[in-house]
């Protein structure tokens, strides 16, 4: 059986090679995979409730001082999340001053309860103008105890680095001078290194931040699964370079955006003070929906526990089967990708004899093969050796739908499969899954050419590319039938 703890645990800089082991002065303690760290946009929704309810607190509050009609009540609560949401409240920059955080939330306040009032006014002329005055100030009160403890979870999780994003840079220009000056003056980013082509002009770092290898090195770099964005910095009239660069980080799954050098000083500071949010010009990596993966997420959980309850007695009987069969451990684990390149353990029902066990996935399972033993083989026909994966879904390394995942160093026809398909990275933009689009659509099993490798990748990136809730659904639902009607496939 595989040793190792998974990939998702934070890492310390002793864990870092050695020649990797400058810090920096904007890296933290502990770094954090971009899986386990926290979504702002969800983080957002979370307050947007959070203020919803203190609104209906204050809106419950005031009707205790005098009558309100269901226009003030009801509607000026509704009108202040609009306004909030407007306004930009949510977008939740460590830049903005408290002063005008807080202003914002009296203006809202203030001309939510004066809209409602204005409405109950048309409706009934004898509405009394304090009933906005005692709504507006309840309300006041709830927004400021409500974002005030918002800003203290937001420091919090920023201190943790768990909502501070982490950056690589690509280029060690004079505008990535300029944005690692920013970053260690407001530490509202981490930048974790610099690669550029031009190492030996550059120099072993750029303001105290490590050069860490060239663009070629990013794609294998341990230091993948804990970048966020990866950022160009290149002048703005260097067409050629930005093409170029462009081309060789390609079969990176990591979003990348294009921060260009400016004449306009105004313009860079505006689009260097954005890049905590993310707000530059992204030209590639998938555009994460919020709601959708929040929606994906609590499938995984109701359908994983639930499963993992009803199929108890079965894995069980699994379990005494193989320990029956042949000597050794129930389970077989394998380092695999994940999300965004993360390295993870998976679990099967071990299906192999332990002495002939193949870690590395060096040759691919084939009919007849004299490896797996009988329980094996009627494990792996019906998939139930995948079983245990349940596990890896609970702690949110896999989902239930997503692209299979594969085993490092993983050979197809004597040939590594991570280089025989260029873009075959992309498939780590979303967590690996249980079901996928490729395995209801008859790509199962082992890949055993470079052809059915790229059949495989094709198909992984269209549901990388469609992926909704409803098609997960019925992926999900087409998976079974799939299994049960395919006794002719190898796995």
């Known amino acids: 059986m595989a040793d190792g703890t998974s990939a998702h645990h934070p890492i310390a800089a002793e864990d870092i090679p050695s020649h990797e082991h400058r810090r920096g002065p904007l890296r933290p303690e502990r770094l954090q995979s971009v899986r386990t760290r926290i979504s702002g946009a969800g983080l957002a929704r979370l307050f947007q409730f959070g203020d919803a309810v203190g609104l209906a607190l204050a809106s419950w509050a005031a009707t205790r001082i005098m009558p309100l009609p269901e226009a003030m009540w009801l509607g000026a609560p509704i009108l202040a999340l609009v306004l909030l949401v407007a306004t930009g409240a949510y977008a939740m920059s460590s830049r903005e001053r408290s002063r005008r955080r807080f202003g914002r939330l009296l203006i809202s306040a203030a001309a939510a309860g004066g809209g409602a009032g204005t409405v ?197 009987a699994v379990a005494l089967a193989i320990r029956l069969d042949s000597p050794g451990p129930v389970f077989f684990r394998q380092r695999r990708h994940g999300y965004m390149n993360e390295e993870i353990v998976v679990w099967k029902f071990r299906s192999m004899r332990v002495e002939t066990s193949d870690f590395s996935a060096a040759r691919q399972v084939s009919a007849d093969d004299d490896r797996v033993t009988r329980v094996g083989k009627f494990i792996r026909k019906t998939s139930l050796d995948e079983l245990p994966q349940i596990f890896n879904i609970i702690t949110g390394e896999m989902s239930i739908v997503g692209p299979r995942p594969h085993a490092i160093g993983m050979l197809s026809g004597g040939a590594e499969a991570s280089k025989l398909v260029e873009t075959y990275a992309h498939r780590h933009r979303i967590k690996p899954g249980l079901t996928g689009w490729a395995a209801v659509n008859g790509s199962r099993g082992p890949v055993d050419t470079p052809e059915e490798v790229r059949e495989r990748v094709a198909l992984d990136l269209e549901y990388v590319e469609r992926q909704s809730f409803w098609l997960d659904i019925a992926i999900i639902l087409r998976t079974a039938p799939c299994l049960l009607g395919d006794s002719g496939a190898v796995r």
């Open 120 to 316: 109950c006014g048309l409706i009934d002329p004898t509405f009394p103008a304090l009933g906005c005055a005692a709504w507006a100030a309840a309300a006041t009160v709830a927004l400021f105890i409500s974002h005030t403890a918002w800003g203290a979870v937001l420091g919090a999780l920023r201190r943790k680095g768990l909502l501070t994003p982490n950056l690589i840079i690509v280029g060690g220009t004079p505008a990535a001078e300029r944005l690692i000056r920013r970053a260690m003056r407001t530490r509202d980013v981490n930048i974790l290194g610099i690669f550029d082509d031009r190492r030996d002009r550059v120099g072993p770092e750029v303001r105290g931040v490590p050069v860490l290898g060239k663009t070629a090195d990013i794609i294998d770099h341990r230091i993948l699964p804990f970048v966020d964005r990866i950022v160009i910095t290149v002048p703005a009239k260097a067409n050629a370079r930005v093409a170029q660069l462009i081309e060789r980080l390609a079969p990176v799954p990591n979003p990348i955006s294009l921060l260009l050098e400016d004449t306009d000083d105004d313009t860079e500071s505006k689009a260097v003070g954005r890049i905590a949010d993310f707000d530059l010009m992204q030209i590639t990596g998938s555009h994460q929906r919020s709601g959708y993966l929040l929606a994906k997420r609590a499938l995984d959980l109701v359908l994983s526990i639930a499963g993992l309850i009803a199929l108890a007695p079965l894995m069980g």
